[in-house]
Structure formats: structure tokens, C-alpha cells
């Protein structure tokens, strides 16, 4: 329960004056329920699915968790809210479910918060339809702000799963050699990451002129002397994220690698000393964008990073159309990246005074030598 703000989620039913929430969004599910299905169901992500799991939150009461029928059975085992309500998929549709259950907890004719952004446009047809009485408001940005500040037990849960990831790319690329292939060293990461614990682990890790390629897949390609081997690993440790990036090169690095990694470190650092509580994401991607033609480059990438939590992308999104402000308690990961190539990406918590380096026991002052 520590790491669930249970206490802010009260607070701001109660500062919205809504009588209950109800989280739709794998994200906002996951986070209030520790449901199985919506960790791992790929339909959840489907708004108009056929499976999705709902939690409804009420002001007053307990809270309901509602799956599938042919989900009850691991979700009593692993999902921590008692009170679990199950529809026959197929025969029955999550929303027709839910609006029982709204029912049963008296919030027919209520004002009821809800995940409007993730609901198939047919399904909130049919629930507006059944409770023509009932006020539903988006309830996402609430949730999203819940979810952003961060309990004393999820930041000692990421802080571990920052090291982790980290000891793992030190493994790694130590017995790293010319001639391996950008497939072998990504299997050897996520089979480190694996074998650390991870629930779940993903990302991608590309080597010189492949690299320029925003999520290309790892191949049977050599790393070859002068390659930049630019990285992005994501690790899940008891139900939170890692997301970290490191730059390698093939041998001794020139002297232009040196120049173009050291001005990344510049920006990253400039980056750093900016964040505190109030600034806004938009404002941090300004400053990013100005830092960068200081520079003598230009921004490749529409963000420079993103908060994190129980799912890798949570708002505050730090871009240029994200209004979000930066508070104190959340995580954020901030990545520049530069020439396609050089990308760092390190997590931060940010505190009353600026932000606590999470991601700390990789050096990244000067690039890893693959030798």
C-alpha cells in the first residue's frame, strides 16, 4: 500500500467534489490495483476490447476492482483490493459490468470521475446511455497527478531499480568486444536484467550508422572500431520502471566523438541544475532547445524526457506542447541527444531545493570504452 498516494487520491476526490473515480487506463489500473490482466493483457490497451479491467474508487468506501471471469482466479492471488466484480467476456462487456457496479455503490445520479480519454467512443455511448443521471468527468489529468508524486517506497523501489539497470550495463559491455553483434549484447542485457529480478525488461541497443534510427531493432550486425553504440533499456522492479541510456564507442574515441559527447554532458548537466518544483515541461524543453544551439546543434527529438512510475511514459510528457509543471516527489527522466547517435538518459527525483540523482552508479562523465 506504501506505494500507492492514497492519501493525495482522497484529496482530490474531495477537491474536485466527486463521489468516486473510476480508472480505465492500464496505468491508472495497475497503480491502484496491482491487477495481473492489466499488467500483461494487451487488450486493456484496446479502448473498445472485449477485456479490460476497471478500479472504482469511491470517496467513501472501498474500493471495487472489476475483470474478466476468466481472470479471478490469478487476480485474488495476486491483486491486493478484496472486492472483486466479474463479467463473462463475450457474453457481457466490461462497460455493461461497470454500470452495475456503479449501481451497486449507490453512484447512479452521482458525480463520477472516469478515464475518458481511454474509453471507445461505442462503450461511453452505451454507459452515458444506461446513466443518463449520472455527471461523469475526465478524470485522467487527477489520476495522472496521483500517480506522479511519488511515495517514500517508490522512490527506494526506483533508486534500486536505477542501480540495477546500471549494474547491468557495466556487466555487459565489460565483456563487451569488437566483432559481438548489436543482438548478442541485447540479449545479454535483458537476460542480466532477467536474472537481477526484473519483471520485465525491454529496450534496444544500435551501433553506428544503424544508430540513427529512432527504434530500430538490434541485428546480427558487428560493432566495428569507431561505432557509437547508443542505448535505451527499460527494467521493471517490483512494480516500477527504470528507463536509462548509455553511450558506447568502439575503441578510442575520436577526437570529434569526444568534442559531441562532452557538449551532451554540458546540456544534460545544465538540464539538471534547472529542474525544480513549479517549472513547467514546456519551459525545461525551452531551455533544452536553447542549450543545444549554444551548442551548435539542433534538438533531433520532439521531448527530452518524461515522467516514470508504474508504466515507462507518465505525464508530465517534457515537451514543447506539454503545460504539466514539475513538483516536488516526482520522477522524471530526462534524455537529451545529440546527432541522432549520442544519447544519455538519467533519472531524477526532484525535491524541494532541485533533484536527487537516482540513476548514480554508472560514471557518464566520459564515454565507455568497448576495447
Given at each position: 500500500?506504501?506505494t500507492?498516494?492514497l ?9 474536485a ?12 489500473v495497475?497503480y ?18 472485449p ?9 467513501k468506501?472501498?474500493?471495487v476492482l ?6 479471478r ?5 495476486c ?11 463475450y457474453?457481457e462487456?466490461p462497460?455493461?459490468?461497470?454500470g452495475k ?8 445520479g452521482?458525480r ?14 452505451a ?16 489520476l495522472?497527478?496521483?500517480r ?12 534500486r531499480?536505477c ?10 559491455f565489460s ?20 536474472g ?5 525488461a525491454d ?13 530500430r ?15 535505451d533499456?527499460?527494467a521493471?522492479?517490483d ?5 536509462l541510456?548509455?553511450?558506447f ?11 559531441i ?14 529542474i ?15 542549450r ?10 520532439p ?11 507518465e ?21 537529451p ?5 549520442y ?9 524541494t531545493?532541485?533533484?536527487e540523482l537516482?540513476?548514480k ?7 565507455f570504452?568497448i576495447?
Amino acid at each position: 500500500m506504501e506505494t500507492r498516494n492514497l492519501e493525495l487520491l482522497r484529496s482530490k476526490l474531495e477537491g474536485a467534489g466527486l463521489d468516486a473515480v473510476v480508472a480505465v487506463n492500464k496505468k491508472s489500473v495497475v497503480y491502484l490495483s496491482d491487477a495481473p490482466t492489466a499488467w500483461s493483457d494487451w487488450q486493456q490497451r484496446r479502448a473498445d476490447g472485449p477485456s479490460i479491467c476497471f478500479v472504482v474508487w469511491p470517496a467513501k468506501g472501498d474500493p471495487v476492482l472489476i475483470v474478466g471471469e476468466l481472470e479471478r482466479e490469478v487476480t485474488a492471488e495476486c491483486a491486493w483490493i478484496p472486492r472483486l466484480e466479474c463479467y463473462a467476456e463475450y457474453a457481457e462487456t466490461p462497460y455493461e459490468k461497470l454500470g452495475k457496479v456503479l449501481d451497486d455503490l449507490g453512484l447512479r445520479g452521482k458525480r463520477v470521475g472516469i478515464e475518458k480519454r481511454a474509453v471507445g467512443a461505442a462503450y461511453w455511448e452505451a454507459l452515458t446511455k444506461a446513466h443518463r443521471d449520472t455527471t461523469f468527468i475526465e478524470a485522467g489529468p487527477l489520476l495522472d497527478s496521483v500517480r506522479a508524486q511519488k511515495t517514500e517506497a517508490e522512490v527506494r523501489i526506483m533508486r534500486r531499480a536505477c542501480a540495477l539497470l546500471d549494474r547491468a550495463f557495466l556487466s555487459v559491455f565489460s565483456r563487451a568486444r569488437p566483432g559481438m553483434t548489436e543482438l548478442e549484447l541485447d540479449t545479454a542485457m535483458r537476460a542480466s536484467l532477467i536474472g537481477m529480478g526484473a519483471s520485465a525488461a525491454d529496450g534496444n541497443l544500435l551501433s553506428g550508422g544503424r544508430a540513427m534510427v529512432i527504434h530500430r531493432a538490434p541485428v546480427r550486425k558487428p560493432i566495428e572500431t569507431g561505432d557509437i553504440v547508443r542505448t535505451d533499456y527499460t527494467a521493471f522492479f517490483d512494480g516500477r520502471a527504470a528507463n536509462l541510456s548509455r553511450v558506447f564507442v568502439v575503441g578510442k574515441p575520436s577526437q570529434e566523438q569526444r568534442a559531441i559527447y562532452q557538449s551532451l554532458r554540458e546540456i544534460e548537466v545544465d538540464v539538471f541544475n534547472y529542474i525544480k518544483p513549479g517549472v513547467r515541461a514546456l519551459d525545461l524543453w525551452n531551455f533544452y532547445v536553447r542549450r543545444v544551439e549554444m551548442h551548435g546543434f539542433k534538438a533531433d527529438l520532439p521531448l527530452l524526457g518524461h515522467n516514470i512510475g508504474a508504466e515507462l511514459h507518465e505525464e508530465p510528457m517534457i515537451a514543447q506542447s506539454d503545460t504539466g509543471t514539475l513538483e516536488c516527489g516526482m520522477v522524471v527522466c530526462v534524455e537529451p541527444f545529440l546527432r541522432k547517435q549520442y544519447q544519455i538518459q538519467d533519472q531524477l527525483l526532484i525535491t524541494t531545493t532541485g533533484t536527487e540523482l537516482l540513476s548514480k552508479d554508472f560514471d557518464t562523465r566520459e564515454m565507455f570504452v568497448i576495447e
